[in-house]
């Protein structure tokens, strides 16, 4: 079966380490999600909006992923830390875990999440 992919913002909208762009989705048992897009070293990665510890959304401030540094993915309620390129927590409560990563692509100005 062909994949498909739907639109989920301009690439203008994602700057290097700069807000997100949340969107809804479903998990892989069907229900309704959370989900962000962010901008890392030039490269855009999407995740499901749940912390690996809690299943609360990362933002405290909405479409702010960033630690302070602007390297890392901070959950907003204990402080995981989260690598942007894998969602692997390398600090906090759920160190080892990870975010449930989505396949994103970018083309032709735009981010797309693909089924
Ligand atoms: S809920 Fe995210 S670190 Fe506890």
Redesign the pocket.
């Known amino acids: 079966m062909a994949s498909q992919k739907r639109l989920i913002c301009k690439s203008s909208e994602l700057r290097d380490a700069g807000n997100g762009v949340r969107f809804a989705t479903h998990d892989k048992n069907g229900e309704e999600a959370s989900a962000f897009v962010i901008r890392h070293h030039g490269v855009v990665f999407g995740y499901l909006n749940r ?6 959304e ?1 933002d405290w401030q909405h479409g702010q992923f960033f630690d302070a540094d602007s390297e890392l993915l901070m ?6 830390l989260y690598l942007p390129d894998t969602g692997e927590c390398i600090g ?3 160190r080892g875990a990870f975010l449930t990563k989505l396949l994103i692509t970018e083309k032709d100005g735009k981010v797309y999440l693909m089924d």
């Open positions: 912390c690996a510890h809690i299943q609360v990362l959950c907003a309620t204990h402080g995981a906090g409560p759920c």
